[in-house]
């Protein structure tokens, strides 16, 4: 079992609609959580953290926490042709270091 | 610098040479990350370096991999006797370490290309 999950996709979505982004990690012990966004040929940047249970949320971007489930979103709303990148999950645990996801290719359809 | 610089940007080495990819992190930055991104996936966690503690080298994926920091400034990962399958883009990473949000600070990657 990979320690953090993610579908590859492409998910599509059409201009203005919700993208929802998924991950789930198998360390318990995990305690950050983060998502961050590379475009293509381009490095990752960070969006989002999250530390604790439940949502937060900054400008069209809401990250949800549920560690019970080991659970991580990502949501974007009203989503944007510029928002199309590969959405990358990072969980900093025992390990010391962030262990990244292999990506969901996002594409927002004009 | 602003920011992490990496060099060179691109290498194109053949098959048996040494290569040494060079990372100078954001001054003050505690933490130091080494990750290789293959075409088309994720990353893959190398090393990591924070403070003066012994590295994290769990990553690695064979002996011909090693790394290097000099105190809290550059580093170096060098790969010896290269091979095809480590043509990747290695990717240099810096954080304020214990203490801070826990963001990563990417450089624009090393590309390397073993012929």
Redesign the interface.
């Given at each position: 079992q990979k320690e953090v999950e993610?579908n590859s996709g492409p998910l599509s979505v059409p201009e203005g609609a919700i993208a929802s982004l998924n991950c789930t990690y198998s360390d318990r012990g995990s305690q950050?959580f983060?998502w961050?966004r590379q475009y293509s040929g381009?490095?990752?940047?960070?969006i989002m953290?999250i530390y604790s249970n439940g949502d937060k949320e900054d400008g069209r971007f809401t990250a949800q926490l549920n560690k019970a489930s080991q659970y991580v979103s990502l949501l974007i709303r009203d989503s944007q042709p510029s928002d199309s990148a590969t959405y990358?999950c990072?969980v900093?645990g025992g390990?010391?270091?962030?262990?990244?996801?292999?990506?969901t290719r996002l594409q927002v359809q004009p | 610098g602003a920011g992490v610089s990496q060099s060179p940007s691109n290498k194109v080495t053949e098959k048996g040479k040494d290569v040494e990819l060079r990372c100078d992190p954001i001054s003050g930055h505690t933490a130091l990350y080494w990750y290789r991104q293959r075409l088309g996936q994720g990353l893959e966690f190398l090393i990591y370096f924070q403070g003066n503690s012994a590295p994290d080298k769990s990553g690695l994926p064979s002996d011909r991999f090693s790394a290097e920091r000099t105190g809290e400034s550059v580093s170096t990962l060098t790969i010896q006797r290269t091979q095809q399958e480590d043509s990747a883009v290695y990717l240099c990473a810096s954080s304020a370490g214990q203490g801070g949000t826990g963001e990563l600070f990417f450089g624009e990657g090393s590309r390397l290309t073993v012929l």
């Open positions: 993610q950050s983060f961050y381009k490095s990752p940047e960070l953290f990358l990072a900093e390990r010391r270091a962030l262990t990244f996801g292999s990506g | -």
